[in-house]
């Protein structure tokens, strides 16, 4: 049995951000998704504008899942394990911008 690093090397922690604008359309939105078991963790991000006329909200499936909400002028975040998706609803007018931080594991 081989129980040294050369035979079985140690995973290492690949991290990937994603970052982008949106622009209210009155429906959810998908703007990520990955296969089931893609990525460990991930950290999401909306920034709802000033200008923007309603509070803009986004989901995560995850587990748990996760829920974001930004009113105006504000931004939420929120960490979870295993995302496979991040939708953002956002009202006609409503104007902001967004940002993923995923995690994975990869054998170098």
């Known amino acids: ?27 959810a939105v998908i703007v990520w998704s990955a296969p089931a078991g893609a990525y460990f963790s991930g950290t999401f991000e909306i920034f709802n504008s000033a200008s923007s006329p309603t509070t803009v909200t986004a989901t995560m499936t995850s587990t748990p899942a996760g829920a974001l909400s930004a009113a105006p002028g504000n931004s939420d975040t929120q960490s979870v394990d295993q995302p496979t998706d991040f939708t953002i609803t956002a009202g006609v007018g409503d104007t902001g911008k967004y940002c993923i931080n995923l995690y994975k594991r990869v054998l170098a």
Not at 7 to 12: E, G, I
């Open 1 to 27: 049995m081989c129980n040294n690093e050369s035979c079985s090397p140690s995973a290492q922690i690949f991290q990937e951000s994603i970052s982008g604008n949106f622009n209210g359309t009155g429906a």
